[in-house]
């Protein structure tokens, strides 16, 4: 069973917008001081970015990594969301719920058993998750209504470093939208800054993950401010 954050701050986080940060852009040789910025600043949904070197081609970071986040994450009343770029996610899950994980999302392209994958997630404990891909189209969410908390538009194409927000990702997010049940949380990754943020709320994107635009700034407490403040706009 999951040892994450309580089901109601996981429910409150899901239901209002935020900003993800993505820990993949932070300075691992200070993680954890930087993970102590956005939280100090305000963030409460942490993400982090899996990658296999099948499903995309870089190898990134795992289970381990997660770990070593979660307590100062839960602890700050906050939420570690996973996001599994990998093949075969089914085999991971439990690796990333023990971790701490609090939503777990797979890849509609990563696996024949999707529904099984999702079902496996909540059965864990965790809220579960379907990414797309740029090229995915959005009628896939509809199969598996039953069993998403929550979907995750790419607006780049995943595994691919410095790309710039696909435009087309906005009138994506409004279908998925238009496709989603209220209280669905409808997730954006890819190029988002403080240009394209406001877009992607206005199209209906209640979470935001953002990497670069964070942990690549001089102060990443700072940038975290600074694009929250652009969903309340």
Request: glycine residues 12%; hydrophobic residues 45%.
């Given at each position: 069973m999951s040892r994450g954050a309580s089901s109601s701050t996981v429910a409150e986080l899901l239901s209002s917008r935020q900003v993800a940060p993505s820990i993949l852009?932070?300075?691992?040789?200070?993680?954890?001081?930087?993970?102590?910025?956005?939280?100090?600043?305000?963030?409460?949904?942490?993400?982090?970015?899996v990658m296999d070197g099948h499903f995309v081609p870089p190898i990134t970071i795992g289970?381990?990594?997660?770990?070593?986040?979660?307590?100062?994450?839960?602890?700050?009343?906050?939420?570690?969301?996973?996001?599994l770029m990998v093949e075969g996610p089914e085999r991971h899950v439990d690796a990333f719920v023990e971790a701490g994980a609090d939503i777990v999302t797979i890849h509609q392209e990563a696996?024949?058993?999707?529904h099984h994958a999702l079902e496996r997630i909540r059965e864990a404990g965790c809220?579960?998750?379907?990414?797309?891909?740029?090229?995915?189209?959005?009628?896939?969410v509809s199969e598996v209504g039953d069993a998403l908390d929550l979907v995750l538009?790419?607006?780049?194409?995943?595994?691919?470093?410095?790309?710039?927000?696909?435009?087309?990702?906005?009138?994506?997010?409004?279908?998925?939208?238009?496709?989603?049940?209220?209280?669905?949380?409808?997730?954006?990754?890819?190029?988002?800054?403080?240009?394209?943020?406001?877009?992607c709320v206005g199209a209906g994107a209640t979470l935001l993950v953002a990497?670069?635009?964070?942990?690549?700034?001089?102060?990443?407490?700072?940038?975290?401010?600074?694009?929250?403040?652009t969903m309340e706009t």
């Open positions: 852009a932070a300075d691992f040789a200070r993680l954890g001081e930087q993970v102590g910025d956005v939280l100090a600043a305000g963030a409460r949904v942490l993400h982090v970015d289970a381990l990594i997660a770990d070593a986040i979660s307590e100062q994450v839960h602890d700050a009343g906050g939420i570690v969301d996973v996001h696996t024949p058993h999707v809220r579960a998750g379907l990414a797309i891909n740029p090229s995915t189209p959005v009628d896939v538009c790419m607006s780049v194409n995943p595994g691919w470093g410095g790309q710039s927000f696909i435009p087309a990702s906005v009138d994506k997010l409004a279908r998925l939208r238009g496709r989603l049940p209220a209280g669905t949380a409808l997730e954006v990754d890819g190029g988002v800054d403080e240009s394209t943020a406001s877009q990497g670069s635009s964070v942990f690549g700034a001089a102060d990443p407490g700072e940038a975290f401010r600074r694009l929250a403040a």
